[in-house]
């Protein structure tokens, strides 16, 4: 009997079910709609909207390459147009460097990176300046520049680099035995961010010792510091600077880089159509050793992860993968500018292998 019951009461549910399918089927047969497979998940068309991944490097190096020739020769012209411009602008032989000429007790130094109240120039501050510019007059017949692009392994520029009669290298790279082949190991300038001095030597706040005896590979070199970019930077520049003082004489000289220096580069640099956040150390030295030296070589100038030469990966440093700020500063566009003084005769730009200078 309760069988029956609940059949008699499920007859209505099935009978209206019907009904409605058969409504159903009735409006897609008089509407000419297609009813949509139930069990079929439609597959995700690809978004051709946005380039392929290595795609836009591919087609950066590409057009790098077709401004970039083996074959170069310096034009005398162009560079000394191009040298005699910068050097109306910014000044590099009395102005890159924090001296005692230029800034005197009581001045102030207003900081380049950010807005902040300027720092007053103290009789203890003033007395660890240069006490004067250490470029002075004398003009380099010739200044390597080198980058740490990964471009530099297994590229044996290691002997041209120690042949030119200023090196400059950027961010206390590491100069042991495995890479001297490849970037060699004299040094005349070597910059040096606090970033590295906090993030490898803890601030300075710490043991001192390591730091000074990661210096050893530069001999006497300049120490460039940027004490006076940002407000953090000034004390951990300044205990870097005492640091050498007090561990002795045979260490690398520390000086620091003038804001009002930087402020002048980076409205040149702006004025050519160069316009990023912040301009990176590369093209920071490039743009001294256009005012200081007669024949500027780059090396290590390459910001893209693929070998312009076989199209194989490389590391973005020749010590390690470390990614840069993108963020802060435009390397692909600041190359682009480079490469135009390389085409110009201005500068010249290694890429690859460098030919032994010996017999």
Avoid at 90 to 98: D, P
Avoid at 152 to 162: A, K, P
Avoid at 194 to 199: A, D, H, K, Q, R
Avoid at 249 to 256: I, Q
Wanted: hydrophobic share 35%.
């Amino acid at each position: 009997m309760h069988v029956m019951r609940s059949h008699m009461l499920l007859l209505p549910v099935i009978t209206l079910c019907s009904f409605f399918s058969l409504a159903f089927w009735f409006f897609i047969a008089n509407n000419n709609v297609t009813p949509r497979p139930s069990l079929k998940i439609p597959q995700k068309r690809p978004d051709t909207s946005k380039p392929c991944k290595g795609c836009r490097d591919s087609a950066l190096i590409a057009k790098a390459l077709e401004s970039y020739s083996n074959g170069w020769t310096k034009q005398e012209a162009n560079f000394k147009s191009f040298r005699s411009l910068l050097n109306s602008k910014c000044h590099a032989v009395s102005k890159a460097v924090v001296t005692q000429n230029n800034t005197p007790v009581g001045s102030s130094v207003l900081y380049d990176g950010e807005k902040r109240k300027p720092l007053q120039v103290t009789q203890a501050l003033f007395s660890i300046l240069a006490k004067e510019q250490p470029f002075g007059n004398a003009t380099w017949e010739s200044c390597a520049v080198v980058g740490n692009g990964g471009i530099l392994v297994n590229s044996s520029c290691g002997e041209e680099i120690n042949s030119a009669q200023f090196v400059i290298r950027c961010n206390l790279p590491p100069l042991g035995n495995q890479y001297e082949q490849d970037v060699g190991n004299k040094t005349n300038l070597v910059t040096a961010n606090p970033s590295i001095l906090y993030e490898k030597y803890s601030g300075l706040m710490e043991r001192r010792r390591p730091f000074v005896e990661s210096l050893r590979p530069y001999g006497q070199a300049l120490l460039l510091l940027p004490a006076f970019s940002y407000g953090h930077n000034t004390p951990v520049s300044l205990r870097a600077f005492y640091t050498l003082e007090d561990f002795g004489s045979d260490r690398p000289l520390p000086v620091f880089l003038n804001p009002e220096y930087l402020r002048r580069l980076t409205k040149f640099w702006r004025e050519q159509g160069l316009k990023s956040v912040r301009l990176s150390t590369g093209i920071i030295m490039a743009s001294l050793a256009l005012e200081i030296c007669t024949n500027v070589h780059l090396y290590g100038f390459w910001p893209f992860n693929k070998h312009p030469h076989d199209n194989q990966l490389i590391t973005n440093h020749y010590y390690d993968n470390r990614e840069s700020k993108k963020n802060v500063h435009s390397m692909p566009t600041e190359f682009e500018h480079l490469l135009k003084l390389h085409k110009q005769g201005v500068v010249r730009i290694h890429l690859g292998e460098c030919q032994p200078t010996h017999s």
